[in-house]
């Protein structure tokens, strides 16, 4: 069952206080009426009475009983009262029976006010009559008689249905009144409840809005004092909230800024071994899906030995108990040609704790080690030969010198040797160094190019608390899949992305595309431009690159890679 809402709470609750409150009113004010009703018919019988006993003492005298009855018959009507003559319980007039049927009624001398009457005290009484068949309110007094006129008990009665008729009537004005009055009460409680719901809405409107994230919503106007603790308490938690929102998305933002400007390439694992976050560096190490969140390394083009490397590590750190240590896996050549070293570290917190695997790029250091020891290998080969020419014949040389007679012609035959053998190892010299710096020169020719798209993203981030006090909306709007390579250097491009983005004018907004055109990518910032905008076209210069306005539009092309 619903709940009820807090209107028909309210209302319900006041209709029942009302109906409870006017039913007591009700029967009270009832009660009240109906007794003032019956002593208002009481007194004004009692004054009829007293009349009907004055007109009957002062008429002239009745010849019989007769004259008596017809006299009663017509007084009666005009007193409105039935007017009755009793002489010892015989009734001689009554002026509802007529004269002719009063010797056909029973004996009165044992009714309540007769008797009261006897005893020389005012009877009154209510009951049904037996005469007329409904009920009577009867009052009696004695009469001591006069000139033709026995001494006997005057009485009158009234019908009690005519003090029902008049306090029904009373009943019916009553019951309208109180109608009235609990319509009212409830329209002015539905009212009530109805301002005080629609606070309540108000309330509950702004903690959702808060919830939802928008925690500069404040209540400004309150409809009751006693809504305003509540008021300032849940703006207080709104300016508290955000504080604290505002500091964790800081802190965020610098936390990705830093995850995705790092060179080495990071992959977070969760307990089965599935990717749940990956870092730029990664995604260019491993191109083979849009998005690697959700796939096991193995997807992605991981080596097969690497993945098994990583699976006997975290079976080792488990039965060892090293679940804080970083482990080193080892280095690896990846089918792009690069060369990793791989270690993994556990993720702390949880009771299924996932794993960190960091690939670092070496290899340019690879690279150089090869050339290094090819260098050693070719130069310890071919120098080798001209070198045991050049000790041999120096040892000759010297022989020849030491004989008696010295023989100077063989030893000068013997240096000529010596000295076209050591030209001989300078032109290997020169051959094995020209061959070592273009194996080296191919070598850095065949490092990955810089991620211009990653870059942009950390000038985003990074400049994200400088565009939030500026009321500055950027977004990226357009960009292609995947990373855009470009010949210039990673940090300088962050450098000149984040000059541009922070010279954007106060509550603006700023619309990025990034395009690529054949042997160039052009990154456009499409908004508002600063009067005193600097272009960073020196730093761009130097990376090859060119910076220029485009009507209002920042244009940065860079050349592709």
Same mark, same amino acid.
């Given at each position: 069952?619903g709940?009820?809402?807090?209107?028909?709470?309210?209302?319900?609750?006041?209709?029942?206080?009302?109906?409870?409150?006017?039913?007591?009113?009700?029967?009270f004010?009832?009660?009240?009426?109906?007794?003032?009703?019956?002593?208002?018919a009481?007194?004004?019988?009692?004054?009829?009475?007293?009349?009907?006993?004055?007109?009957?003492?002062?008429h002239?005298?009745?010849a019989?009983?007769?004259?008596?009855?017809?006299?009663?018959?017509?007084?009666?009507?005009?007193?409105?009262?039935?007017l009755?003559?009793?002489?010892?319980?015989?009734?001689?007039?009554?002026?509802?029976v007529?004269?002719?049927g009063?010797?056909?009624?029973?004996?009165?001398?044992?009714?309540?006010?007769?008797?009261?009457?006897r005893?020389?005290?005012?009877?009154?009484?209510?009951?049904?009559?037996?005469?007329?068949?409904?009920?009577?309110?009867?009052?009696?007094?004695a009469?001591?008689?006069?000139e033709?006129?026995?001494?006997?008990i005057?009485?009158?009665?009234?019908?009690?249905?005519?003090?029902?008729?008049?306090?029904?009537?009373?009943?019916?004005?009553?019951?309208?009144?109180?109608?009235?009055?609990?319509?009212?009460?409830?329209?002015?409680?539905?009212?009530?409840?109805?301002?005080?719901?629609?606070?309540?809405?108000?309330?509950?409107?702004?903690?959702a809005?808060?919830?939802?994230?928008d925690?500069?919503?404040?209540?400004?106007?309150?409809?009751?004092?006693?809504?305003?603790?509540?008021?300032?308490?849940?703006n207080?938690?709104?300016?508290?909230?955000?504080?604290?929102?505002?500091?964790?998305?800081?802190r965020?933002?610098?936390?990705?800024?830093?995850?995705?400007?790092?060179?080495?390439?990071?992959?977070?694992l969760?307990?089965?071994?599935r990717?749940?976050?990956?870092?730029?560096?990664?995604?260019?190490?491993?191109?083979?899906?849009?998005?690697?969140?959700?796939?096991?390394?193995?997807?992605?083009?991981?080596?097969?030995?690497?993945?098994?490397?990583?699976?006997?590590?975290?079976?080792a750190?488990?039965?060892?108990?090293e679940?804080?240590?970083?482990?080193?896996?080892?280095?690896?050549?990846?089918?792009?040609?690069?060369?990793?070293?791989?270690?993994?570290?556990p993720?702390?917190?949880?009771?299924?704790?996932?794993?960190?695997?960091?690939?670092?790029?070496v290899?340019?250091?690879?690279t150089?080690?090869?050339?290094?020891?090819?260098?050693?290998i070719?130069?310890?080969?071919n120098?080798?030969?001209?070198?045991?020419?050049?000790?041999?014949?120096?040892?000759?040389?010297?022989?020849? !010198?030491d004989a008696?007679?010295?023989?100077?012609?063989?030893a @000068? =035959?013997?240096? *000529?040797? &010596?000295?076209? $053998? /050591? +030209?001989?190892?300078?032109?290997?010299?020169?051959?094995?160094l020209?061959?070592?710096r273009?194996?080296?020169?191919?070598?850095?020719?065949?490092?990955?190019a810089?991620?211009a798209?990653?870059?942009?993203?950390?000038?985003?981030?990074?400049?994200?608390?400088? !565009?939030?006090?500026?009321?500055?909306?950027?977004?990226?709007? @357009? =960009?292609?899949? *995947?990373? &855009?390579?470009? $010949? /210039? +250097?990673?940090?300088?491009?962050?450098?000149?992305?984040?000059?541009?983005?922070?010279?954007?004018?106060?509550?603006?907004?700023?619309?990025?595309?990034?395009a690529?055109?054949?042997?160039?990518?052009?990154i456009?910032?499409?908004?508002?431009?600063?009067?005193? !905008?600097?272009?960073?076209?020196?730093?761009?210069?130097?990376? @090859?690159?060119?910076?220029?306005?485009?009507?209002? $539009?920042r244009?940065?092309?860079l050349?592709?890679?």
């Amino acid at each position: 069952m619903g709940k009820r809402s807090i209107t028909l709470h309210n209302l319900l609750w006041t209709w029942g206080f009302f109906l409870l409150v006017l039913s007591v009113v009700f029967v009270f004010a009832t009660g009240q009426a109906e007794r003032a009703v019956l002593a208002e018919a009481e007194d004004r019988a009692k004054r009829s009475l007293d009349l009907a006993r004055y007109l009957l003492a002062s008429h002239v005298p009745f010849a019989d009983e007769a004259a008596l009855a017809a006299y009663a018959d017509g007084l009666g009507p005009h007193l409105g009262f039935r007017l009755t003559f009793i002489v010892d319980g015989r009734v001689v007039a009554d002026s509802d029976v007529g004269a002719s049927g009063v010797s056909d009624m029973e004996d009165h001398a044992n009714r309540p006010e007769v008797l009261a009457a006897r005893d020389g005290r005012l009877g009154q009484d209510i009951r049904a009559s037996r005469t007329l068949g409904r009920d009577m309110l009867y009052v009696a007094q004695a009469f001591a008689g006069a000139e033709g006129v026995p001494a006997g008990i005057v009485r009158l009665a009234m019908p009690v249905s005519a003090l029902r008729g008049e306090l029904g009537r009373l009943r019916e004005t009553l019951l309208a009144v109180m109608a009235l009055v609990f319509l009212a009460g409830g329209l002015a409680a539905y009212v009530l409840a109805r301002r005080m719901a629609g606070a309540i809405r108000e309330f509950s409107e702004v903690v959702a809005a808060i919830g939802d994230g928008d925690y500069d919503r404040r209540i400004h106007i309150v409809s009751a004092s006693d809504f305003a603790p509540l008021a300032e308490s849940i703006n207080t938690l709104a300016h508290r909230i955000g504080s604290h929102v505002g500091e964790i998305e800081q802190r965020r933002e610098h936390q990705e800024a830093i995850f995705q400007g790092m060179a080495e390439g990071l992959a977070i694992l969760d307990a089965t071994g599935r990717i749940t976050d990956a870092n730029q560096a990664f995604r260019q190490m491993f191109p083979k899906a849009v998005s690697p969140v959700g796939r096991a390394p193995l997807e992605l083009g991981v080596p097969l030995c690497v993945d098994r490397a990583l699976t006997d590590a975290a079976q080792a750190a488990g039965a060892s108990g090293e679940g804080g240590a970083v482990r080193r896996i080892g280095r690896f050549e990846l089918a792009s040609g690069r060369v990793v070293e791989v270690t993994v570290a556990p993720v702390a917190g949880g009771r299924e704790r996932g794993r960190i695997v960091t690939f670092h790029d070496v290899t340019e250091v690879a690279t150089m080690d090869r050339i290094f020891r090819d260098f050693v290998i070719d130069a310890s080969h071919n120098l080798r030969t001209p070198l045991t020419k050049v000790l041999g014949y120096g040892e000759t040389a010297r022989g020849m !010198l030491d004989a008696a007679p010295a023989d100077v012609a063989g030893a @000068d =035959a013997a240096l *000529g040797v &010596v000295v076209r $053998a /050591a +030209g001989t190892m300078q032109t290997v010299i020169d051959d094995l160094l020209t061959a070592a710096r273009d194996r080296f020169a191919a070598a850095r020719a065949g490092v990955a190019a810089t991620d211009a798209l990653a870059a942009l993203r950390q000038a985003l981030a990074g400049s994200g608390p400088i !565009l939030r006090a500026k009321g500055v909306t950027a977004r990226i709007l @357009d =960009a292609p899949v *995947g990373p &855009v390579g470009v $010949a /210039a +250097g990673y940090d300088a491009l962050v450098r000149i992305f984040t000059a541009i983005l922070t010279q954007t004018p106060d509550a603006a907004s700023t619309a990025i595309t990034v395009a690529v055109d054949g042997d160039s990518v052009e990154i456009r910032f499409q908004g508002p431009a600063s009067l005193g !905008l600097a272009l960073p076209g020196a730093e761009l210069a130097a990376a @090859d690159g060119d910076v220029f306005l485009d009507g209002a $539009a920042r244009v940065v092309r860079l050349a592709a890679a």
